[in-house]
């Protein structure tokens, strides 16, 4: 998330943005912009004689807000009152991560007796799932029914509602893992696990080509070490990116290390993005013979390669976590597990490059 729009675009006279920059800024795509103005009018930009939306310094920081409501837990249906009322960012975490609005409603009456009269009444209610929890059970239906319409209606609500990175985080990562382990445990269930891989290959992919084709930052090159298992958490990995902008151009895994200097030479990129997925093993990323490592000595001449063409390497995933340090030693970058700060390191990282 760029924390200075002046650093993206400048703005009109009137200190209004388009909706483009708005959605490289905050991270939030112009489709779920709108949504969130039609369906909630949690904002509402100006617009231009010919109905082109613009957004004020003041419409960014409610988006900002509602971003941090969502990143809680709170669901988009109830970011609306919960900005009315301001009620506090905790309470309405708890209040709608709880399945049983009782209990929640007996441990607040003990912990805190000053909740806002909005935080009371929401407690009240009868007892209902998180948003989350529903979209998870609908989904899960819908994989184990192979049901590709309902998957497809499913997606186009939810990614019209949230932006990518929350929805990776909270749905299509935890189901990915949930499926995997129901497909280790009993192999007759590994079919629900790989339609539903491949059905979110195809879409998220789609996504990839359409935003990549009209974004206008610099160009990165995404690429996975290990198997084909690996390319659709580096999609989702990958989606920040493109909100941010950036425009991402997907390379995929079990790519052959003699094609990469070439394509890295021909694709005329400003960075590399080496992700090692959570699933990858340790005989593909070892943590305690980082020397030694057949996969350590390709990302080395990876690096090697980069330096040649003057470009940064950043790793990601999980690798980059347990090897932060050793990834410092070759002068490679190692992503954190978060995507804002992600974007930050990614954005910094190319600033610099830009003025030397």
Do not use: C
Request: net charge neutral; glycine share 4%.
């Amino acid at each position: 998330m760029k924390e200075n729009l002046d650093d993206v675009l400048p703005a009109s006279e009137e200190g209004l943005y388009p909706i483009r920059t708005v959605s490289e800024v905050t991270g939030v795509n112009a489709i779920t912009l709108r949504a969130w103005e039609r369906r909630y009018g949690l904002f509402k930009p100006q617009r231009t004689p010919k109905g082109h939306r613009l957004y004020s310094q003041q419409d960014i920081l409610r988006i900002q807000q509602v971003l941090q409501l969502l990143e809680k837990g709170v669901a988009i249906g109830q970011v609306s009152n919960a900005l009315k009322k301001e009620t506090k960012l905790e309470e309405l975490a708890d209040m709608t991560m709880q399945s049983d609005a009782n209990n929640v409603l007996n441990n607040n009456a003990n912990k805190n007796k000053n909740d806002t009269p909005f935080a009371q009444e929401q407690l009240k209610q009868p007892p209902s799932e998180n948003q989350w929890k529903i979209y998870s059970k609908k989904l899960m239906g819908a994989v184990n029914a192979y049901d590709i319409e309902q998957l497809e209606r499913l997606h186009h609500e939810i990614f019209s509602l949230y932006p990518l990175e929350i929805i990776s985080h909270r749905l299509l990562r935890p189901t990915l893992t949930k499926l995997h382990n129901q497909a280790k445990q009993l192999q007759s269930l590994s079919g629900t696990y790989h339609f539903y891989w491949q059905f979110l290959q195809q879409r998220i992919g789609g996504l990839f080509l359409k935003s990549t084709l009209q974004n206008r930052g610099k160009k990165i090159l995404l690429m996975a070490s290990g198997d084909s298992k690996a390319n659709v958490e580096l999609l989702l990995f990958g989606l920040p990116l493109l909100t941010h902008g950036y425009r991402v151009v997907v390379l995929g895994s079990d790519i052959p290390f003699d094609a990469i200097p070439m394509t890295l030479s021909r694709a005329n990129s400003d960075a590399l993005i080496i992700y090692s997925a959570s699933s990858i093993s340790h005989e593909t990323f070892a943590t305690d013979a980082f020397d030694s490592d057949p996969a350590t000595d390709m990302i080395i001449s990876i690096k090697t390669l980069a330096d040649s063409l003057k470009i940064p390497v950043f790793i990601a995933g999980e690798y980059s976590t347990v090897q932060a340090s050793e990834l410092a030693k070759y002068q490679l970058v190692p992503l954190k597990e978060n995507a804002i700060e992600q974007l930050k390191i990614i954005d910094a990282t190319l600033a610099k490059e830009a003025k030397n």
